[in-house]
């Protein structure tokens, strides 16, 4: 944990006005997955993106079942900023624990789910998953370790999720709808 914080304090001395304000907006995109979950309805609403948005929608949901039912309450980690008062938070102070990153998470179960399905759309979530992983960083809320977590279970929820909907699909109800 000692390298973490190492790494942690590193990165405070890149904190600028206008970097605050791009990371504000990124980490804003994750509040409680809204973004992602918008864009899953979005895409369910169209014919041709169907599947993609019920894979992301699915994706998501596996995603709150392990990150915020099952991980976070088990793993019960302090976040950085919980143990370090000193850093001066430019968020509000997160309530719930830090393993895994859930923006992170969210972030790239949706990204994983849209490359998988949507390959050229997918590149550009991607890279809103790992700025979104960075803010997490910058603003002191998570540990390294939580965000690389929050990026491997992600993909993993987004190729879970893929493939429940190509089961899905496989169904009678299924092939009508997606």
Not at 29 to 56: D, N
Request: proline share 3%; hydrophobic share 55%; aromatic share 14%.
């Amino acid at each position: 944990m000692a390298w973490e914080f190492t790494f942690l304090d590193w990165l405070q001395g890149f904190h600028t006005p206008v970097l605050t304000r791009i990371m504000e907006a990124v980490t804003f995109l994750g509040e409680a997955g809204w973004f992602w979950i918008l864009l899953g309805i979005v895409l369910l609403c169209t014919r041709k993106y169907r599947f993609c948005g019920a894979a992301i929608l699915a994706a998501l949901l596996l995603d709150l079942v392990l990150a915020n039912m099952l991980l976070k309450p088990l793993v019960a980690r302090d976040r950085p900023c919980w143990i370090n008062r000193e850093v001066e938070l430019l968020v509000r102070v997160p309530r719930d624990y830090s393993f895994p990153s859930g923006h992170t998470m969210a972030s790239f179960a949706a990204a994983s789910a849209l490359f998988l399905t949507w390959r050229k759309a997918g590149i550009w979530a991607l890279l809103l998953g790992a700025l979104m992983g960075i803010s997490r960083l910058y603003f002191y809320v998570h540990f390294p370790t939580d965000v690389l977590a929050g990026v491997i279970l992600g993909i993993f929820c987004g190729a879970a999720g893929v493939w429940i909907m190509k089961k899905t699909r496989q169904t009678k109800l299924g092939n009508k709808y997606l």
